[in-house]
């Protein structure tokens, strides 16, 4: 194995489990929400979540969420349950090597967007997608990558909701090795390409400027402008310039999390600043934990209801 692979993989390509110290809120949190069981199938893995929804939800229309990555989808429990008050059920999961699911690690990064297309195939295998005359996706970031590029897979997915997305693995990497010089940059590149053909042959060329042109699903995307994480000109704002009749919410300030309130972006920013500055006092897992017991995280993840009216808005 080459370098830039035994790299990628610390970087990147190994397991995410809870490790303790943060807190995931779970259905539990909400009063009334409901969540049943599910797990399915992903090329050998067993992939685990759940069936959201709070009483009396629509039956014409489920949503599938797609988590980032970092965790897995107890990361958006305050997004799967604001979708869940607007009326839609929701099918949420861990990704191959994410949490509650099965998988020694991720694989690579392409594998969000094939586990996104077997949770797809277990919904129709099952008659599960044909009880609803919609099923529309929503990710975030890595999700986001797989829910803007799976009307590659799946034409009968007629609306996607990419938040902070970005448009394929090349995009990713080239904007965070943005700062190196081209030709090394390039070399880099073309190796992590190599690794996620041999990973994921079928997914790793996929490229959301594709599935937009090919114009059998319709998108919202979301980004904020100052997104460290996912470069804003190289992903959503390179949409933007090509594709200019889809629906955007381009918005500043709020990093890589768009649909959080002002006040709980600036209050994760102030959390999670101020534990990256003094990191070294918080070396064991006990010490973490004590840090971020007294974090509120129903404010750490506040939902914008404006940003969500417009999402809704968009789906009908």
């Known amino acids: 194995m080459g370098l830039v692979s035994l790299l990628y993989r610390r970087l990147y390509v190994h397991r995410y489990d809870d490790e303790g110290w943060l807190k995931y809120l779970t259905a ?6 409901k969540a049943d069981p599910v797990s399915f199938d992903s090329d ?17 229309a489920l949503i599938v969420f797609c988590h980032g990555i970092g965790g897995g989808h107890l990361s958006y429990t305050s997004e799967i349950a604001a979708i869940c008050r607007a009326g839609y059920p929701v099918l949420a999961y861990d990704n191959t090597g994410c949490f509650s699911s099965d ?13 996104l297309d077997h949770a797809i195939r277990y919904l129709k295998a099952e008659g599960i997608f044909q009880k609803y005359a919609h099923v529309y996706v929503i990710g975030h970031s890595w999700g986001g990558f797989a829910a803007g ?23 990713i ?4 090795l943005d700062s190196m010089k081209i030709p090394l940059r390039g070399l880099i590149v073309s190796r992590i390409k190599a690794f996620e053909r041999a990973h994921a042959p079928e997914y790793c060329a996929a490229d959301m400027t594709d ?18 994480m996912v470069s804003f000109p190289r992903n959503i704002g390179r949409l933007k310039e090509l594709f200019p009749d889809q629906s955007y919410l381009i918005c500043s300030g709020r990093g890589h ?43 750490i993840t506040a939902q914008d209801p404006d940003f969500w009216s417009q999402v809704f808005a968009f789906l009908g």
Not at 28 to 33: I, K, R, T
Not at 103 to 115: N, Q, T, Y
Request: glycine residues 8%; charged residues 30%.
């Open 173 to 176: 990497l080239s904007g965070q």
């Open 103 to 115: 998988g020694k690690d991720i694989g690579c990064l392409s594998r969000s967007l094939a586990d």
């Open 44 to 60: 050998g893995n067993t992939l685990r979540g759940f069936f959201y929804s709070y009483p009396d939800c629509r039956q014409d």
């Open 28 to 33: 539990e949190d909400f009063p009334g929400l």
């Open 211 to 228: 599935a937009v042109r090919r114009g059998t699903a319709e998108y919202f995307l979301a980004q904020s402008e100052d997104d460290a």
């Open 149 to 171: 590029n799976i009307s590659l897979y799946h034409e009968d997915i007629r609306k996607i909701v990419v938040i902070s997305g970005f448009l394929s693995v090349e995009s």
């Open 257 to 299: 999390n768009p649909n959080y309130t002002r006040d709980a972006v600036d209050y994760m920013r102030s959390v999670f600043g101020a534990f990256e500055r003094n990191k070294k006092q918080y070396a064991t897992p006990e010490q973490k934990k004590a840090y971020f017991a007294d974090t509120d995280w129903h404010r």
